[in-house]
Nanobody
Framework: VQLQASGGGLVQAGGSLRLSCTAS????????MGWFRQAPGKEREIVAA????????SYVDSVKGRFTISRDNAKNTVDLHMNSLKPEDTAVYYC????????????????????WGQGTEVTVSS
């Protein structure tokens, strides 16, 4: 299994970015997916998660109303649309996947995921 994350970069506060993660090697539509981030000196934290059907999502409070997670099972991708970015959103962002779950499963803990992408860096300047 490979997860390839892309879309990070440098953006000014208030700006937007779209992160994308492409999965290969297993049936994508069978996986629960999540986006995590890790800022320097901090632990990895959940940002958003989505069930395998795409109809259920969860967000950390700090990004609610600003970030949207979505997936396209035909294209094997999960995206994180980030709007109104703040300097505190600066981190390396990782996508993660877990297979063998039921339709309603949303996973918000890092230890629940089996596969991880390589990370893409997001820097928000003030």
């Amino acid at each position: 299994v490979q997860l390839q994350a892309s879309g990070g970069g440098l953006v000014q506060a208030g700006g937007s970015l779209r992160l994308s993660c492409t999965a290969s090697g297993r049936t994508f539509r069978s996986a629960a997916m999540g986006w995590f981030r890790q800022a320097p000196g901090k632990e990895r934290e959940i940002v958003a998660a989505i069930n395998k059907g795409g109809g259920m999502t969860s967000y950390v409070d700090s990004v609610k109303g600003r970030f949207t997670i979505s997936r396209d099972n035909a294209k094997n991708t999960v995206d994180l649309h980030m709007n109104s970015l703040k300097p505190e959103d600066t981190a390396v962002y990782y996508c993660a996947a877990r297979w063998g779950v039921i339709l309603s499963t949303i996973l918000t803990n890092a230890h629940q995921y089996d596969y991880w992408g390589q990370g893409t860096e997001v820097t928000v300047s003030s």
